[in-house]
């Protein structure tokens, strides 16, 4: 699966905490889940899950290795530094969402201001919910044609904004602001590239499920256990994603698995299960 979701080219990030026992201290500390989510067009949505038992940049990097092409995530330091690597060839196209949230939470400041940057953000992903109705051309020309002018009145005002000496150093506009414009790069990425979102919310959503379900299994039990919880999960999550019963897959495929040949593993990923089931009566 990890496979399959690398040549897509295009993966939506996100992680989220999870508590993990410490053996013999009798409590809990804070592990991660980290989401790896395909959002290609057309492609397999494949949801791939991580456990570590720590939030270190090793965690991304390392995974991401051999991935060529875009991420989708947030401003955490491990995606910038891939970004700006040699040794990965990576683009990480920023999220819209996450800033127009920290203009949302600036109530001190400008705001008419920020009135103004909000409106026009919304203006964005207005335009934007029609691009991704159309094909990859037409994606592309509104982007060009309507998007663009907007993200430059963004950019203007906002850099304007720091040049008129109004903004407190430490206030949260002054943060919004700065959030975007030491990556301008990354949020204008999507404009010019029909593959890639304006947002994360793919991944947003992905790991969602999970912070759902740790409610009521609380926490996991080992580093090992984490690590099979998380392979579970993207069993699971994948084939939901794909509209596949999870039940009914896995008790399929840990029949088939004792005789199924190794080589052709690959034949039981749930998008070519379910493509099979369908073909044939033999899977039904």
């Known amino acids: 699966m990890k496979e399959r979701l690398f040549e897509q080219g295009v993966i939506f990030t996100d992680d989220t ?15 991660r889940v980290w989401g790896y989510i395909g959002g ?20 991304p990097m390392t995974y991401l290795k051999k991935f060529k092409g875009i991420i989708h995530a947030d401003a955490y330091s491990a995606y910038e530094k891939l970004d700006h690597s040699e040794d990965y060839e990576i683009c990480w196209a920023a999220c819209w969402a996450h800033a127009r949230r920290k203009f949302e939470n600036a109530q001190s400041g400008d705001q008419e201001f920020r009135i103004k940057i909000l409106r ?6 207005l335009f934007e919910r029609t691009a991704l109705a159309g094909n990859a051309k037409r994606r592309l020309e509104i982007r060009q044609n309507d998007e663009k002018k907007i993200v430059d009145e963004i950019f203007k005002m906002l850099k304007g904004k720091v040049k008129d000496n109004t903004l407190l150093p430490k206030s949260q506009l002054a943060e919004a602001i700065g959030y975007m414009l030491c990556r ?19 991944a947003e959503n992905g790991v969602r499920k999970l912070v759902i379900g740790r409610k009521n299994w609380l926490f996991v039990g080992s580093k090992r256990s984490g690590k099979a919880m998380a392979n579970l999960l993207s069993l699971v999550q994948s084939c939901r994603a794909m509209k596949i019963d999870p039940q009914k897959y896995l008790e399929d495929i840990f029949k088939r698995l004792p005789g199924h040949p190794h080589k052709n593993i690959a034949q039981l990923l749930p998008n070519l299960w379910i493509k099979k089931k369908r073909n044939n009566s033999h899977y039904r």
């Open 184 to 202: 301008e790069e990354n949020f204008r990425l999507y404009l010019d590239k029909s593959e890639t979102r304006m947002d994360n919310n793919i």
């Open 120 to 125: 026009l953000i919304r203006y964005l992903f």
């Open 40 to 59: 290609k067009p057309n492609a397999p949505p494949y949801h791939l899950y991580e456990f570590s038992s720590d939030r270190r940049e090793i965690h």
């Open 17 to 31: 905490t999870v508590n993990l026992i410490v053996n013999g201290a009798g409590k809990t500390k804070i592990a």
